[in-house]
């Protein structure tokens, strides 16, 4: 076999989540139960480490960018690039956030509109909630989430191709741990990323299939069973590993230059044709506050105010984000040979973000405009037909 089974990687965690799986069947309102204690547990004692290592590591990607070592080429000043620009940001941009934008960015202003934090003194629905909706979703959806990919994404590509390290997750540690140290514990880094991985794939999996589900009722009816969401999440699984199957130019570059293509034309479909102005003016103006409560947002707890918005938003989305990077980070790293770091952190945080932007200014500005017509219909659709209606 070229790619032996890793027992002490593979075996663990397939127990734990085989045994998650089973309690669930037998008892699932126990199972919801316990997990919602687990989550509100590592929320409430871990939630000032997600907030600042978020923002560690967005801190340590514009250091890095103006340092010397911003001019080192992954893989050695001969490397050549495995992808050119072009592909490379269509594959960065639809390995990472893409599933979350594409659903997040309609529904989730509106909860932020009509349930702003409590110990900010927000009126519900007033336009200080619109633009505190709005920069929350630049917040959660631009610089931040995509530097806690980037920073372990770079730290891989460069030990791999320029120190040969091993193909591993616990390869990223090296520089700080030792090589010696990390190959003794490499099988427990990789369970414990593994089991992070699959656990964090359950919540996009589950985002993908509601909003594919959601779509569907729109046009064929009926409701969201489980038995559509188990057909919807068999041809995303099959649809995953053919492309994963086929390789890097034959299927991954291929299935994201599509959905790229299909991405820019719906955006522009819905600038052009919507409320074009409001988009533009809303958009300019939410990006100002978030720039200018970047600081507090980003390492807001609640703590003070006693104020649980934030473990249900924001520190949420950083745990999120930290249980996908490290797996995520083997592939965004691989996929960087021949580049320098500059280059690195443009195609790999800097674009995404930018176009996640702009998608946002779209979408969001379009969501809380239609709702503003319409008197809350929207929030309305949102509260008693469901998020991926």
């Known amino acids: 076999m070229k790619y032996p089974l890793r027992a002490w990687v593979f075996w663990p965690t397939f127990l734990i989540l085989l045994a998650a799986v089973i309690a669930s069947y037998l008892d699932l309102q126990g199972f919801l139960a316990v997990s919602r204690q687990l989550n509100r547990i590592i929320l409430d004692n871990f939630s000032w480490l997600f907030s600042a290592g978020s923002f560690f590591l967005l801190v340590l990607t514009a250091i890095v960018y103006f340092s010397p070592l911003g001019r080192v080429r992954i893989g050695g000043e001969d490397a050549k690039p495995l992808l050119s620009k072009p592909r490379w940001f269509m594959v960065a941009l639809c390995t990472t956030l893409a599933v979350g934008v594409l659903f997040w960015t309609t529904a989730e202003p509106l909860y932020h509109l009509y349930g702003p934090p409590s110990s900010l003194n927000i009126e519900a629905g007033s336009s200080e909630a619109k633009h505190f909706a709005m920069s929350s979703m630049f917040l959660h959806w631009t610089l ?7 920073v372990p994404s770079l730290v891989f590509a460069l030990v791999f191709y320029n120190l040969r390290g091993h193909f591993s997750i616990g390869a990223m540690l090296q520089p700080l741990l030792g090589a010696a140290w990390v190959k003794r514990h490499a099988g427990l880094i990789d369970t414990l990323a593994m089991f992070a991985l699959v656990a964090g794939m359950a919540s996009s999996l589950g ?12 046009y064929i009816g009926g409701d969201t069973t489980p038995l559509r969401l188990g057909l919807i999440i068999a041809v995303i ?8 199957a086929s390789g890097l130019q034959k299927g991954i570059v291929k299935f994201s230059t599509f959905n790229t293509w299909i991405m820019l034309a719906l955006g522009l479909f819905v600038l ?66 021949g580049y320098t770091v500059r280059e690195f952190i443009h195609i790999s945080m800097l674009y995404p973000a930018l176009f996640t932007a702009l998608w946002i200014c779209i979408f969001s500005g379009s969501s809380l405009y239609f709702d503003a017509q319409g008197d809350g219909v929207l929030n309305r659709v949102l509260n008693e037909q469901g998020v991926e209606h």
């Open 144 to 150: 931040t989430p995509y530097a806690i990919y980037l």
């Open 207 to 218: 985002t993908g299939a509601l909003t594919l589900s959601g779509g569907l009722s729109q």
């Open 237 to 244: 699984v099959a649809t995953f590993v053919f492309s994963a």
């Open 272 to 337: 052009i044709c919507g409320p074009t102005l409001y988009i533009l003016s809303l958009g300019i103006e939410s990006f100002g506050t978030y720039l200018q409560t970047f600081f507090g947002r980003s390492l807001f707890t609640g703590a003070a105010s006693g104020d649980n918005w934030p473990q249900s938003w924001t520190v949420f989305y950083w745990s999120v984000w930290f249980a996908w990077a490290p797996v995520s980070a083997m592939f965004l790293g691989k996929i960087g040979r």
